[in-house]
């Protein structure tokens, strides 16, 4: 009996060292939430402040934000929006609400959990009212109308082509990973039959604590479009979600309660989603309320390392008898079960059989699992690099959040959404036909007004937000310091419309943007604007500036267009610990974004990347790609561009050797794919180009070849080849 609570003890202490070894720790953990939490501010700071657009709040729930996953496990990444101006009465004394907001009223006849939304709103002129009138469905039981769940499923979001998945909308990128999109509206306080039920929920004996119970209830819950399934009323049923009060439930769980969680997603995957009829069934949300009800009843002095096997088993001892229950109650509303109508008698015998043999295993069967090679880790037998990926946690998670939040590059997500906003179908039309290629100075000027509303907004906002927020005190300021450089390089190009210098204001407007910026991407195109209006020596300065601070060994490529690209771009210098630093901070340091012109930028762009703004017009308006506005932005890689620049420059001042070493560094970028995964196509045109400067035409059409090969459709080689053939057959005469 002692020698088996030995190899339990020993067997729980090797599970925790393996699962602190793939990022389940306290530090990773931390790491990740607060990822997320600067994330949601960021963004929510841009959706409240974006011109011409309903006002909204961006927060992201699950795994990915909790902590409570791994790089194996590639949890979905579950955003929520909701739009400041919408609110559901709740109870009726819930009726103080401003005039306006659109406000529904919650009718509460269909089943547990979920609810129909009546129209009694204030705002009735909003834009919200308009865009929501189609969307009602008449009940014959009830002579009103109500709100369908599926008013936003015909649209798309964010250019993307999405398919709905439950409440929320679903999209994988190319690379495999999956996004959930989630648009709810907030409820004016919670339900009282809800609140009074888990207020006075006799299962709970430990957990949680008091304070911790009157923090959730006074957290926000909203509804969500989903119905029940099949029900009669399941297109007008709305479900009621407490994602904030299940968020501080999990943020007040320790390491070892997490690391049980980890492993019952390991178990659901490995194994339960393996069972012959019995894939998904068991969800992980279903795994988290198994924990939940666990940890409720027992103290938590109790959830220590050397007890994590003992605790593990409790979670699938209670997971086993929700099954054979066929009644998995919901953590804040018991009587709403989450295994209604999932079971049958042969799935239930299934999974609980299942479910047994794992139990009697006593941790035996982990050692099955091949997800993050976990069960190699824990039989002793992986090799030592892969043990050594757990220092890479850190980069990943920096890595998601860049690539997942490009909201953060200077210009590119205003380039998504409203800079690319005023390009209609006439204005394309307009672009294509332009004789000269050029876009009409107006609209530069349309998008710098737009962004300056922007500023006006941040402004309100900074003003109106409490001091003790300091997330989103940090996020006004760089959205403010982002769209200051952005109107600087706009006005910019206009001054070199009309005068081909840089006028003052535009100068004032770009040094207040330079306080953010990634690396260098702001930094290199201020360079290439001193260059072109011939201020050499100030370019030569600024270069050597920029020189220092790109470092081959730690600086990390990145671009929104690949979402797995910086992954690939590790650097042997980059930091394993953040400290005291932000993700902002760690950004700023070690990321470079493509530089990134828009098309009201032509005039301050090389005359060599002109072209990029008009590949598309080649084949007309892009279709096949989901944000085909895209095809219109000038896009490369900070390091060739740096190099690209440093061989025009000193080309100018005559000095020979240095200008040869940049072009052969340019060149040589290529070899590297740790250094450049994205937009080569561009990158070859750039070296044509000067290649062709230099008189080697016949070398610079190979790289226009190769360019077609990157990207055979949108491509400025096409006209780049033709003039080069015009070239060398005036050379031959």
């Known amino acids: 009996m002692t020698q088996d609570k030995m190899s339990s003890l020993q067997l729980s202490l090797k599970i925790n060292e393996v699962l602190n070894h793939v990022g389940v720790n306290k530090k990773i953990i931390q790491l990740r939430r607060n990822c997320f939490l600067e994330a949601e501010c960021f963004c929510t700071v841009y959706h409240r ?26 949890s979905d990444f579950d955003s929520a929006h909701m739009l400041d101006k919408v609110v559901v009465l709740t109870n009726s004394h819930d009726a103080d609400v401003s005039e306006d907001m659109y406000t529904f009223c919650m009718d509460k006849f269909t089943n547990r959990g979920y609810c129909c939304l009546r129209d009694v709103s204030f705002g009735k002129n909003s834009k919200i009212s308009k865009s929501l009138s189609p969307k009602f469905k008449p009940h014959h039981k009830h002579n009103t109308s109500y709100l369908k769940n599926s008013y936003q499923l015909d649209d798309k979001f964010n250019g993307k082509n999405t398919e709905r998945e439950g409440p929320a909308r679903y999209y994988q990128t190319p690379d495999g990973k999956d996004f959930n999109f989630l648009h709810g509206f907030y409820c004016t306080s919670w339900p009282r039959e ?13 957990w949680p604590s008091d304070q911790l119970l009157q923090d959730v209830l006074q957290s926000r819950c909203f509804v969500v479009p989903k119905g029940s399934d099949n029900g009669p009323d399941s297109d007008i049923e709305w ?18 309660q ?33 924990l939940f009800h666990t940890v409720s009843r027992t103290s938590k002095s109790e959830w220590i390392e050397e007890q994590l ?72 037998e992986c090799i030592k690099s892969q043990i050594e990926y757990s220092k890479n946690i850190n980069f990943y998670l920096l890595s998601a959040w860049i690539c997942e939040f490009g909201s953060l590059n200077s210009f590119m997500s205003f380039m998504y ?18 004789k000269l290629g050029y876009i009409n100075i107006k609209r530069n000027f349309t998008t710098q007004n737009l962004v300056k509303k922007s500023i006006e907004k941040l402004h309100q906002l900074y003003h109106s937000t409490p001091i003790s927020e300091e997330r989103m005190h940090n996020a006004i300021q760089v959205w403010t310091s982002m769209y200051s450089t952005l109107i600087g390089f706009l006005q910019a190009s206009a001054d070199f419309k009309d005068r081909h210098e840089l006028s003052d204001e535009a100068f004032q407007w770009l040094l207040l943007g330079m306080n953010f910026t990634d690396v260098a991407s702001a930094h290199l195109k ?32 990145t671009c929104v267009c690949n979402l797995d690209y910086a992954m690939v771009s590790k650097r042997s210098k980059f930091p394993t610990s953040l400290g005291k630093k932000t993700f902002l901070q760690v950004t700023r340091e070690n990321f470079a974004y493509c530089v990134v012109y828009l098309p009201e930028e032509i005039y301050s762009c090389p005359q060599e990347l002109q072209f990029e703004i008009f590949r598309a017009s080649f084949n007309g308006k892009p279709e096949k790609y989901h944000m085909p506005h895209t095809w219109y932005f000038v896009t490369i890689p900070q390091l060739p561009f740096f190099f ?59 790289y226009y070849s190769r360019s077609l090969n990157v990207e055979p459709v949108y491509n400025a080689a096409k006209i780049l080849i033709c003039c080069n053939l015009v070239k060398q057959l005036y050379k031959k005469r």
Do not use: W
């Open 258 to 290: 997490i690391r049980c969680y980890i492993l019952m997603k390991y178990v659901k995957t490995a194994f339960l989603d393996n069972v012959p009829d019995c894939k998904g069934i068991i969800s992980s949300y279903i795994c988290k309320t198994a």
């Open 526 to 557: 201020l360079a290439s604007i001193l260059f072109l209006i011939g201020d050499l020596d100030s370019t030569i300065i600024l270069l050597d500036d920029i020189n220092k601070i790109i470092d081959e060994r730690h600086v990390v490529s």
């Open 417 to 434: 959404d409203e800079a690319s906003r005023p390009l209609a179908k006439t204005e394309i039309i307009e672009m294509e036909n332009d």
């Open 239 to 256: 479900r009621l979600s407490f994602s904030f009060g299940e968020r501080l439930l999990m943020f007040d769980l320790n390491t070892v």
């Open 644 to 702: 690209f620049l440093q061989y025009k420059l000193y080309k100018q001042l005559g000095m020979t050797t240095q200008s040869e070493d940049a072009l052969g560094k340019l060149m040589n970028v290529l070899k590297d794919p740790a250094l450049l995964m994205v937009h080569l196509d561009t990158v070859y045109n750039l070296i044509g180009q000067c290649l062709e400067q230099k008189g080697q035409l016949d070398i610079a059409l190979q």
């Open 49 to 74: 402040t974006r011109p011409l657009c309903v006002s909204e709040e961006t927060f992201y729930f699950g795994s990915q934000m909790e902590g409570t996953t791994t790089i194996g496990l590639r």
């Open 194 to 206: 809800v609140s009074n039920t888990f207020l006075v929920n006799k299962d709970r004996l430990f």
């Open 309 to 380: 096997l003992v605790y593990f088993n409790k979670c699938l001892c209670t997971l086993q008898k929700f099954i054979d229950e066929e009644n998995c109650p919901h953590f804040i509303m018991p009587l709403n079960n989450l295994l209604l109508n999932k079971l049958d008698g042969i799935t239930r015998v299934r999974l609980f059989q299942k479910l047994q043999t794992i139990i009697e295993s006593n941790g035996c069967a982990l050692l099955d699992i091949k997800i993050d090679n976990f069960g190699e880790l824990l039989s002793g």
